[in-house]
């Protein structure tokens, strides 16, 4: 059956047939915690989850697990301040224009059948999956223009089986698509391509002026090719 969760605690393990938030939880004091959500059929989160209290830093961890799919509605935001933030469904990932899921310094992985995003995915780590998207079918935005995926400082890797087409601000990224589809990726930042393994086309454009592309990693590649660097594009293997 379906039930509706009224997320009042700061650490909340909760089991389900579908859980749906119906309440902000406010993270003041929960640094350190884990926000453990688990359902059988589909996760609907239609709330924030942000600290009231802007002059403390308070950590927290996300376990979002779907039997089925994850779907993000208007006016949610999950923020973790640093921790680690995981979801991943069985089914479709799915999140509305105008939202935000942001790791600060912390990573962000998302798995799922389909990952459609509008909004912001954001993380300010160093590491190699500072922000991870893996998909067996596409990774696509809602086509609104504005920038789908920022990792300054890091590293996206996407992972699809029938197309890509995302705008990212990231300092690197590994991308792959294995069977069809294109991969599109509008960049707006310069960008070092550590890999790149697609079967179908390659449409790879950045949108501001001087930027840069790198690609310094293996590169195998399907279809037809289009990339367009604003300022420098350099091959340093592939």
Request: net charge negative.
């Amino acid at each position: 059956n379906d039930i509706g969760v009224s997320v009042t605690a700061i650490i909340d393990s909760i089991s389900g047939g579908t859980i749906t938030t119906i309440n902000d939880v406010d993270l003041n004091g929960a640094n350190g915690a884990a926000i453990n959500l688990n359902a059988a059929l589909d996760i609907i989160l239609n709330n924030k989850f942000t600290d009231s209290n802007t002059g403390s830093v308070d950590m927290v961890n996300y376990n979002v697990i779907s039997g089925r799919d994850i779907i993000i509605n208007s006016g949610s935001n999950l923020f973790s301040y640093g921790g680690d933030l995981l979801l991943n469904a069985t089914g479709d990932f799915s999140k509305s224009s105008g939202t935000k899921i942001d790791a600060d310094t912390g990573t962000l992985t998302i798995t799922a059948n389909d990952i459609i995003t509008g909004g912001s995915l954001e993380s300010t780590s160093t590491s190699n999956s500072a922000i991870s998207l893996t998909s067996a079918n596409s990774i696509v935005d809602l086509g609104i223009g504005l920038t789908d995926v920022l990792a300054p400082n890091g590293r996206v890797v996407l992972h699809a089986g029938t197309g890509i087409d995302l705008d990212l601000d990231a300092a690197s990224a590994d991308v792959t698509n294995t069977t069809s589809g294109t991969t599109t990726l509008g960049l707006n930042a310069s960008i070092d391509l550590v890999d790149i393994d697609v079967a179908g086309n390659l449409d790879v454009q950045t949108t501001v002026a001087g930027d840069d592309i790198t690609i310094s990693g293996a590169t195998s590649l399907g279809g037809t090719v289009n990339i367009i660097a604003d300022d420098n594009l350099t091959i340093t293997d592939g």
